[in-house]
């Protein structure tokens, strides 16, 4: 595993592209993704959690791609989401990008991204999001979305978005008129519930959405979001975490499944357990390590473990037996609260036309 290949994405958000890197901000957050440095960058988080503070609305806005389940990858990103969410009572909007995820040929139909995102909106109850503070945004059934969507439209042009993307004039016109529709997405809480302060945490990867969004969100009148950048986990492998590399656990993985995957993980450990007593191992290339020191365990426990890796005390497969016992316990209470949400648990929290009925 590689960290500075992982942190790459990240460290060009600041280097590049202007935004402000979490260990400068003067304020320290009480939540594990702060304090395990998962959260790497923001724009404008100072202001948002200004806001939050002095009781104004505030909003997070956090989408999810329809074209597959929730995966470990995730749990940072909701986790924190959840945090402000239990912490301050505030509303979570949270984008299924059903149309996204197919005019960029990630299903085969709309048919399946619109079963994957009611399945998705499912997963995310049961996960633990306030059903009453809590509103999923499918925009087959949310079409109203649409409407706002061609009123940013004239806010961006097409050389923008080629720039951007390098989307190419061959490729579907779906693709090029999606960044509207996302920037309808953030900018829903203010244009339909007044909600001025939202905040959109995102991977790296999805920054370039969301610098067109401030973009339009700044010539339509809006307030620009803030927006948290998240450390990119690594995948079993050691690197970035896929569902198409087929390196990520899920939650909705079999404790067998889960087993042989952490298995494979890749280790910081020696070639031989008598090197590895004699001269410890690497923390810093093992992935289980990472997975327990900021994903499970706290500071303490963390510190503890490092330790006793390099020092040689426990071996690869203490680790690996040792985050393998926290997967079973998080992915057995997930699913069991799943297999208890049903759709009609969540329908009331899908975003509808006032004429549209599942």
Do not use: W
Not at 54 to 77: D, F, Q, R, W
Not at 189 to 212: C, F, M, Q, S, T
Not at 222 to 246: C, V
Not at 293 to 306: A, H, N, R, W
């Amino acid at each position: 595993m590689n960290l500075e290949l992982l942190e790459e994405d990240n460290k060009k958000l600041v280097n590049k592209f202007g935004a402000s890197a979490m260990s400068k901000f003067k304020e320290q957050v009480d939540f594990y993704t702060f304090k395990n440095k998962l959260v790497y960058s923001h724009r404008d988080f100072d202001k948002f959690l200004l806001s939050l503070k002095k009781g104004e609305k505030c909003a997070i806005v956090s989408g999810l791609n329809a074209s597959g389940t929730l995966h470990l990858g995730h749990k940072p990103v909701f986790d924190t989401n959840l945090f402000f969410q239990k912490k301050y009572g505030i509303p979570v909007y949270i984008p299924l990008s059903d149309d996204e995820s197919y005019v960029a040929g990630k299903v085969k139909d709309q048919k399946e991204s619109l079963a994957n995102s009611l399945e998705l909106a499912r997963e995310l109850i049961a996960y633990g999001f306030d059903p009453n503070k809590t509103y999923f945004i499918i925009d087959q059934i949310y079409t109203n979305i649409y409407n706002l969507a061609i009123k940013l439209s004239k806010k961006v042009n097409l050389s923008e978005i080629k720039a951007t993307y390098g989307y190419k004039n061959e490729e579907n016109i779906g693709l090029h008129f999606y960044p509207s529709v996302q920037s309808a997405h953030i900018l829903l809480p203010e244009e339909d519930y007044g909600i001025k302060n939202v905040l959109v945490p995102i991977g790296p990867d999805e920054d370039a959405h969301i610098r067109i969004s401030r973009d339009i969100s700044r010539r339509a009148g809006y307030r620009l979001p803030s927006i948290l950048h998240l450390f990119f986990l690594p995948g079993i492998d050691g690197t970035k975490m896929s569902k198409t590399k087929n390196n990520a656990i899920f939650f909705k993985d079999s404790p067998e499944v889960i087993k042989k995957k952490v298995n494979k993980a890749f280790s910081g450990g020696r070639d031989t357990a008598e090197e590895q007593r004699k001269y410890g191992g690497d923390p810093d290339k093992d992935v289980s390590i990472f997975y327990l020191t900021k994903l499970f365990l706290d500071e303490k426990e963390g510190k503890k473990i490092v330790e006793d890796y390099k020092s040689g005390k426990i071996m690869s497969g203490d680790v690996k037996k040792k985050l393998y016992n926290f997967l079973i316990d998080f992915t057995e209470n997930f699913q069991k609260k799943l297999k208890k949400t049903s759709l009609k648990d969540v329908e009331k929290c899908i975003l509808k036309n006032k004429d549209f009925k599942i």
